[in-house]
């Protein structure tokens, strides 16, 4: 396994490089983000530049703070961001079953969409998880309307544990987790 090096991908895969967030992200994390149909399911307002960057240090603080957090992922060689995703530290106000524990989570560009970017990331995002901090249960919240995502959950290893309110906005997610 790699070391943590600004200047080097920590994971890769066949396709894909997967970085630690740095400042100089946010840029291509605001590109990635601006077609509505990477937006969709992430909750009913467009992020604004500042909401973007807020997201950008609560993944490089779960890093800090917890020693794993979000990827930026680009494909081999290229400098295009296509995923933001990993296994990240939050409390989201959800109760004992969900907050204060890992909870994973992915956002793929929308060029990417349906090519297993997302299954051949997060598979070796969990497998790194696993051998770095042991065999845990990991969470995850999903819009129940968000089918390609569901899916991936399952394949991944992911159950339904039950439905829930966002705190802050009042929509609905399902929960999932991931047990070991």
Known sequence: MKT????????ETERLELWHPQAGDLAGIE???QPEAVRRYLGATEPSTPDLFTRLLRNAGSWTLYGYGSFVVRERGQARIIANLGIF???RGLGADFDDRPEAGWILAESHFGKG???????????WFDEVHGKREIVAMI????A?????????????????????????????????
């Open 4 to 11: 943590l090096c600004p200047t080097a991908p920590i994971l």
């Open 31 to 33: 590109a990635m983000m």
């Open 89 to 91: 530290h939050s409390w």
């Open 117 to 127: 970017v997302a299954s051949e990331a997060m598979t070796a995002v969990l497998g």
């Open 143 to 146: 819009d129940p309307e968000n």
């Open 148 to 180: 390609p995502s569901i899916a991936l959950a399952g394949k991944l290893g992911f159950g339904p544990t039950r439905r829930a309110e966002l705190p802050d906005t009042g929509e609905e997610m399902q929960l999932f987790a991931r047990r070991r």
